[in-house]
């Protein structure tokens, strides 16, 4: 008996060898990285007992099915391109719109758009949208909570929809807040909840999250950045200080396609449409926006090559302020490029972390930029959320997308790019306030750093691509 158990044990030892053996090959054509090529190939060939698993969940490049939600929006996703055909900017926008047009994206001239500084001044203009809406309302959100804030926006809401008003909220399973009793009543109330979930066992796919954060009311306003809801970006939780975030209010043409991506989100999450018409405005006023959404499905990271190529189109100026920098090599190389050629490249980052892993693995990445001429600024007040960049006097970019690999390969992220001459006034002297805030970067803090410390930081910035 024991030697028959043994031939068993023998077989299956051999049958899961063999399986991480075959999912290693398939891994040198899947991995986004040849790093991460490596790492899958030694984990899985070395220890295919705990690797396979974690593999079959996480190892996929991309998302399966998603593209295939655009066969259910040709009729709407014409009717939008067919009104909007006369708002696109005629002429050719230098280099940079030969890329962006990889993903479809061009500039829709005739919006009006408006910098949020901050939280306050966020969810003030969110509600008061909320209120007026006559419509429709269709939010989206990663993080979601029911605190004080949280609680005004749900109260809202509900409001409207016992108005007749149509609400449809997308929310992330891994950043939703709400209890089950609130979720209850929001449904009672007439609101339309989908949760995008990352974890899609019948796929077997866990590693994909919506990080996309926006809301539209009657295709009239629209909300787009960093900021989540949840009393942390008013500085009411001690324990994790004030976040310093910005979003941006638009009104115009270019949110009837911030429309048509939202439905693709909730058709391909809820295998559902919507049941509301889409709203294209007209002319609202003279601002030029794009808006960049990207997603685990193209064939290549447009999310990278959209960052790398706006940092190259730089002439005199790169102000970056990002929450988690441990990005890939291409972002590095262009970073470094810029600071050794003179350019005035600033970096604005957190003081103090939420994530101290991450916070170990950038101090690698911030000393060869500190050593290629990056200015280095860390934000003191609190927790530094922009996810935004300056690009000379021309370009103003703010979004969702942390400098990382999640949000160049994994995430689903969303950007808006415009060459508006005030919003660029507006953010420069925004930034230039956080600058004032921070504490810039010297030498000694480098020298400072104890071999334990980078030790650490090197060890950590291995695992960057799962960070």
């Not at 889409?278 to 006023?285: A, E, F």
């Not at 690009?391 to 992220?413: H, K, P, Q, V």
């Amino acid at each position: 008996m024991e030697i028959h158990l043994g031939r068993y044990f023998v077989l299956g030892v051999v049958i899961l060898y063999m399986t991480g053996f075959y999912l290693a090959l398939k891994s040198i054509f899947e991995s986004r990285t040849p790093q991460g090529s490596m790492a899958w190939i030694l984990s899985l060939v070395c220890i295919p007992f705990i690797s396979i698993p974690v593999y079959l969940l996480c190892g996929k490049k991309k998302i399966d099915n998603y593209d295939l939600v655009e066969l259910d929006l040709v009729e709407i996703r014409s009717h939008v391109e067919t009104f909007i055909a006369h708002f696109r900017k005629k002429k050719s926008f230098d280099q940079r719109q030969k890329l962006l047009i990889e993903n479809k994206s061009e500039f829709i001239t005739s919006n009006s758009i408006k910098l949020l500084i901050d939280g306050e001044e966020t969810f003030s203009e969110m509600i008061k949208a909320i209120k007026q809406a006559r419509n429709f309302i269709l939010l989206q959100m990663y993080i979601f909570r029911t605190d004080h804030i949280g609680k005004v926006i749900i109260d809202s809401l509900i409001e409207r929809a016992k108005n007749g008003i149509k609400i449809y909220i997308l929310y992330e399973r891994i950043g939703i807040k709400m209890s089950k009793d609130i979720l209850s009543e929001m449904k009672r109330s007439g609101i339309n909840l989908g949760e995008f979930s990352p974890i899609r066992f019948n796929k077997l796919q866990y590693n994909f999250r919506n990080h996309r954060k926006q809301l539209i009311v009657d295709g009239e306003f629209g909300f787009f950045g960093g900021i989540n809801i949840g009393d942390d970006y008013l500085g009411k939780y001690p324990e994790i200080g004030y976040w310093r975030d910005s979003n941006i209010k638009i009104q115009g043409p270019v949110l009837g396609l911030a429309q048509v991506e939202f439905i693709k989100d909730w058709k391909f999450s809820q295998s559902a449409a919507i049941d509301t018409n889409v709203n294209v405005c007209s002319t609202m006023g003279n601002s030029n926006v794009l808006l960049f959404s990207t997603s685990p499905v193209e064939d290549r990271p447009l999310n990278l090559l959209q960052h790398i190529e706006l940092i190259n189109i730089a002439k005199k100026r790169i102000w970056i302020a990002n929450p988690y920098v441990i990005p890939p090599q291409g972002i590095l190389d262009a970073l470094y490029i810029s600071g050794l050629k003179g350019m005035d490249v600033r970096l604005i980052i957190p003081q103090n972390n939420d994530n101290e892993l991450v916070a170990l693995a950038m101090d690698v990445h911030m000393e060869h930029l500190f050593h290629s001429g990056v200015r280095i600024y860390k934000y003191t007040p609190g927790m530094m959320h922009q996810k935004v960049m300056l690009i000379d006097d021309n370009l103003a970019i703010i979004g969702t997308s942390n400098l990382d690999f999640r949000s160049m390969f994994i995430n689903f992220e969303n950007s808006i790019i415009t060459d508006d001459q005030k919003f660029i006034l507006d953010l420069e002297f925004s930034l230039r306030k956080d600058i004032d805030s921070s504490e810039e970067i010297t030498l000694n803090y480098f020298n400072s750093l104890s071999k334990f410390r980078r030790i650490q930081s090197h060890l950590i910035n291995t695992l960057a691509p799962i960070l």
